[in-house]
């Protein structure tokens, strides 16, 4: 199975973008068993977690994205979404998408730019 992701671009501050992250060769009984994420590494820095969909339902965010970012699945489509509003040149980084499924080592997307001016 492999992850990628899309909708990254180059977008000026306040604007919004849409990340997708399509799963392929996974089942859909894994695909739906599975914690989502997004992480992102900004330039010179560590990746890091942005937004999860758990297996179980719930949402988390990290802090400097509440209110900005809606992550949201269409498990009948295999895909993982990342609204992304109001953006800030701070959140220029490459994104990743991650599908973990208990037991399993977890899949990795190749990652997508998003590129924020001020």
């Known amino acids: 199975g492999r992850l990628v992701e899309s909708g990254g671009g180059l977008v000026q501050a306040g604007g919004s973008l849409t990340l997708s992250c399509k799963a392929s060769?996974?089942?859909?009984?894994?695909?739906?068993?599975?914690?989502r994420a997004w992480y992102r590494q900004p330039p010179g820095k560590e990746r890091e977690l942005v937004a999860t969909?758990?297996?179980?339902?719930?949402?988390t965010y990290e802090d400097s994205v509440k209110g900005r970012f809606v992550v949201s699945r269409d498990n009948a489509k295999r895909m993982v979404y990342l609204q992304m509003n109001d953006l800030k040149p701070e959140d220029t980084a490459v994104y990743y998408c991650?599908?973990?499924?208990?037991?399993?080592?977890?899949?990795w997307g190749q990652g997508t730019q998003v590129t924020v001016s001020s």
């Open positions: 969909f758990n297996r179980d339902g719930t949402t």
């Open positions: 991650k599908l973990s499924y208990p037991g399993s080592r977890p899949y």
């Open positions: 060769g996974i089942i859909l009984s894994v695909f739906s068993g599975s914690d």
